[in-house]
């Protein structure tokens, strides 16, 4: 089978946002690999012994972005830019139901060095960091999102530009800055 273009994918995205039903149905078998690899390398990250699996979490993302009924989609970066974010609030809501339920116990962790953020040596955990990561959204917004998109999402810099209708050197400088910001916060928490 082809793989689909983006082009494909993009138009199916806007039929649907004017309420195909029948281009959704043709949608999800095209994106369906991409969101399986995207969910495998979230929970590449997460402890050993996770009891989330990746198709399960394929489909609870899938499910949160089928019931989106205003969702206005443009284009694929945006669709999985979406995708990064519905995926990183349920691994999130996963991690706070699990600690909740072990009164702080064994929850789910993140390598910071794969997300690109810290040594090799440290690893923060998945709720550390996304509560750093909304603690940077309240003061710079922008950054919040363009490392969301990256780390995430998996987005290059090129498509996290075209994601957020921002130049790609914006985008390398905030990552860089938000980097540091985020590194300086975890390590101190």
């Known amino acids: 089978m082809a793989t689909p273009s983006r082009k494909?994918?993009?138009?199916?995205?806007?039929?649907?946002?004017?309420?195909?039903?029948?281009?959704?149905?043709?949608?999800?078998?095209?994106?369906?690999?991409?969101?399986?690899r995207l969910a495998s390398r979230y929970l590449r990250h997460e402890r050993p012994g996770h009891t989330l699996q990746t198709t399960a979490l394929v489909h609870?993302?899938?499910?949160?972005?089928?019931?989106?009924?205003?969702?206005?989609?443009?284009?694929?970066?945006?669709?999985?830019?979406?995708?990064?974010?519905?995926?990183?609030h349920v691994l999130v809501d996963y991690a706070r139901r699990r600690r909740a339920s072990k009164r702080g116990g064994d929850y789910c962790r993140l390598s910071l060095d794969e997300a690109r953020i810290s040594s090799e040596e440290k690893d923060a955990d998945l709720l550390a960091l996304n509560e750093a990561l909304n603690n940077l959204a309240a003061i710079d917004p922008q950054q919040s999102r363009v490392v969301e998109l990256r780390v995430f999402g998996g987005l290059t810099v090129e498509e996290t530009a075209e994601a957020m209708g921002i130049s790609p050197r914006t985008v390398k400088r905030e990552w860089s800055m938000a980097k540091a910001w985020l590194h300086r916060q975890i390590r101190n928490q």
């Open 8 to 36: 494909d994918v993009t138009d199916l995205l806007i039929d649907w946002s004017k309420g195909d039903q029948e281009a959704l149905n043709k949608l999800m078998p095209l994106v369906y690999d991409e969101l399986h």
């Open 60 to 88: 609870e993302a899938y499910l949160k972005l089928v019931d989106q009924r205003d969702a206005n989609w443009q284009n694929r970066v945006q669709f999985f830019a979406a995708a990064a974010q519905v995926m990183r």
